[in-house]
């Protein structure tokens, strides 16, 4: 809360970052949402979702999942014969 006791919301984004020496560190955005602009925002991010479901095309399921999430299991299967793989030379 602020020193006045009021509350907001803080909004965090870390992106995973790279260092020239490979390693990493995270970069951070932070936004702070105060009260009185909490309803302009909620409006806001309705406004946005419907927009998204209503105009989003359909996603084409993975091809080894049905339209339900579940695994589609296959019987099928490759026979490999390892002796086909060693070096002739």
């Known amino acids: 809360s602020t020193k006045r006791g009021d509350y907001y919301l803080t909004i965090t984004e870390s992106k995973k970052r790279f260092n020239k020496d490979g390693s990493h560190y995270f970069e951070k955005h932070k936004l702070f949402l105060y009260k009185e602009d909490f309803d302009k925002f909620a409006d806001g991010l ?3 979702v419907e927009y ?6 359909p996603l084409d399921p993975p091809e080894n999942y049905s339209e339900s999430g579940e695994s589609e299991e296959s019987n099928e299967f490759t026979n490999v014969d390892f002796e086909d793989l060693e070096d002739k030379n």
């Open 46 to 48: 309705h406004e946005t």
């Open 52 to 57: 998204i479901k209503e105009n989003q095309q």
